[in-house]
């Protein structure tokens, strides 16, 4: 066992007192371009990471469930299966559960959707950094879909797994995201990349061998919460483009990621400053996204780094979600050596950022990425090496 996973066993130790049937683990994720775009109907292109959410589980039959986090602290959630059923699927009633609203609201979706789940008692602990933006909140989500559908032998799949804890994460905790994480976390596998159409949730896996360059993470440790940015406006000056694009045009465009650049150029000019930014990127992003795809099977890594940049450029001057510490970190490394291109990832306001750095000097590069960063900024970031790893839920 890992350290995480001792962690979470302990936990359960210590607040359920007796040993627990399972240990299970879900990833993390980082997305490689795509940004801003799941909830546009865009393609993404993410991979599953190997650091996650562990948890120690086991079955109960008196319908109470006990929810305790060896990195959260406290007492454990206890809630009765009847109890939580009878809960109306919104923010203001699981509100009172703070973190563990994420894995009683996937609880109660699993039910509603006919699941035949019930009472557990789970204790977990994660190696993911809190609000560094590689997904923890969908990692939790998908850990307790594998969680019950291991004690309760459920019959369910990465796409419903994903489909139930993306509306978990949008109707109990609030948060209006798309499905990207939810899904990489659920489907994603070592050693691969996976192109997603979240319009349509086609996807394909293709072997992630980026040769002699190393996949850096760069963690601002600026933290922030989804739920408290500017995430759920984006979304809302989205529809409303598409809204008035579609007026416009007397047509149902189903999103705005559904309209290709050169017909975007047609319609541009429809939209105000503000909601012409947010499409722009939206549109443009989509466009990168394939190009990515493409350039990474071929193993053509200069060209995938300059997309990189492109999409660090547009989420930052467009889309408007990247900020100072973002921009500072990614900044430095594009000013250091050898490196081919770097963007921020997730959600953006904070987290983390990526960058595509030579192997034999990813070192020498991420010192000095730290050291830049620190003296702008006055605190430490953090840089790791990205490593994948299968999701609980991997199609083989």
Same mark, same amino acid.
């Given at each position: 066992m890992?350290?995480?996973?001792?962690?979470a066993?302990?936990?359960?130790?210590?607040?359920?007192?007796?040993?627990?049937?399972?240990i299970?683990?879900?990833p993390?994720?980082?997305?490689?371009?795509g940004?801003?775009? #799941?909830?546009n109907?865009?393609r993404?292109?993410p991979c599953?990471?190997?650091?996650?959410t562990?948890a120690?589980?086991?079955r109960?039959? #008196?319908?109470?469930?006990?929810?305790?986090s060896?990195?959260?602290?406290?007492?454990?959630?206890?809630?009765?299966f009847?109890?939580?059923?009878?809960l109306?699927h919104?923010?203001?009633a699981?509100g009172?559960?703070?973190?563990?609203?994420y894995?009683?609201?996937?609880?109660?979706?699993?039910?509603?959707?006919?699941?035949?789940?019930?009472g557990?008692?789970m204790?977990?602990?994660?190696?993911l950094?809190?609000?560094?933006?590689?997904s923890?909140?969908?990692?939790?989500e998908?850990?307790?879909?594998?969680?019950?559908a291991?004690?309760?032998?459920?019959?369910?799949d990465?796409v419903?797994?994903?489909?139930l804890s993306?509306?978990?994460?949008?109707?109990?905790a609030?948060?209006?995201?798309?499905?990207?994480?939810?899904?990489?976390c659920?489907v994603?596998?070592?050693d691969h990349?996976?192109?997603?159409d979240?319009h349509?949730?086609?996807?394909?896996?293709f072997?992630?061998?980026?040769?002699?360059?190393?996949?850096?993470i760069m963690?601002?440790?600026?933290?922030r919460?989804l739920?408290?940015?500017?995430?759920n406006?984006r979304?809302?000056?989205?529809?409303?483009?598409l809204r008035?694009?579609?007026?416009?045009?007397?047509?149902?465009?189903?999103c705005?990621?559904?309209?290709?650049?050169?017909?975007?150029?047609r319609?541009?000019?429809?939209?105000?400053?503000?909601?012409?930014?947010?499409?722009?990127?939206?549109?443009?992003?989509?466009?990168?996204?394939?190009?990515?795809?493409e350039?990474?099977?071929?193993?053509?890594?200069?060209r995938?780094?300059?997309?990189?940049?492109?999409?660090?450029?547009?989420?930052k001057n #467009?889309?408007?979600?990247?900020?100072?510490?973002?921009?500072?970190?990614?900044?430095?490394a594009?000013?250091?050596?050898g490196?081919?291109?770097?963007?921020?990832?997730g959600?953006g306001?904070?987290?983390c950022?990526?960058?595509?750095a030579p192997?034999?000097?990813?070192e020498?590069?991420?010192?000095?990425?730290?050291?830049?960063?620190?003296?702008?900024v006055?605190?430490?970031?953090?840089?790791y090496?990205a490593k994948t790893a299968?999701a609980?839920?991997?199609?083989?």
């Amino acid at each position: 066992m890992n350290e995480f996973e001792l962690a979470a066993k302990a936990c359960f130790d210590l607040h359920f007192g007796y040993e627990p049937e399972r240990i299970l683990f879900a990833p993390g994720r980082v997305n490689l371009i795509g940004e801003h775009i #799941d909830y546009n109907g865009g393609r993404v292109l993410p991979c599953s990471l190997s650091i996650g959410t562990y948890a120690a589980a086991s079955r109960r039959d #008196d319908g109470l469930i006990r929810l305790a986090s060896a990195d959260m602290g406290g007492e454990a959630v206890s809630v009765a299966f009847d109890e939580l059923m009878a809960l109306p699927h919104e923010p203001g009633a699981f509100g009172r559960f703070s973190w563990a609203a994420y894995p009683l609201g996937v609880a109660a979706k699993l039910a509603s959707a006919g699941y035949a789940a019930g009472g557990f008692d789970m204790a977990v602990s994660g190696s993911l950094p809190r609000g560094s933006g590689l997904s923890s909140s969908a990692s939790l989500e998908v850990l307790t879909c594998a969680v019950l559908a291991a004690l309760y032998d459920l019959e369910l799949d990465g796409v419903n797994a994903s489909k139930l804890s993306l509306a978990a994460e949008r109707d109990c905790a609030g948060v209006n995201c798309g499905i990207m994480d939810q899904f990489i976390c659920a489907v994603g596998r070592a050693d691969h990349a996976l192109l997603l159409d979240t319009h349509s949730l086609e996807h394909s896996y293709f072997p992630f061998d980026p040769g002699e360059y190393t996949l850096l993470i760069m963690n601002t440790k600026k933290p922030r919460r989804l739920a408290d940015s500017k995430y759920n406006e984006r979304r809302a000056e989205c529809e409303e483009a598409l809204r008035i694009i579609n007026t416009a045009l007397g047509e149902a465009r189903p999103c705005l990621c559904s309209i290709e650049p050169e017909e975007f150029e047609r319609v541009f000019g429809l939209l105000p400053p503000v909601l012409l930014k947010r499409a722009r990127h939206a549109v443009t992003e989509n466009a990168r996204t394939k190009l990515a795809a493409e350039f990474l099977s071929r193993g053509d890594m200069l060209r995938f780094g300059e997309l990189l940049n492109a999409s660090h450029d547009s989420l930052k001057n #467009d889309y408007e979600v990247t900020g100072f510490e973002l921009d500072t970190i990614v900044e430095a490394a594009r000013r250091s050596e050898g490196v081919l291109g770097a963007r921020m990832t997730g959600a953006g306001f904070g987290g983390c950022a990526i960058a595509l750095a030579p192997s034999r000097l990813a070192e020498s590069i991420s010192e000095k990425i730290a050291a830049e960063y620190r003296e702008a900024v006055g605190y430490d970031c953090e840089i790791y090496s990205a490593k994948t790893a299968d999701a609980p839920f991997a199609e083989k």
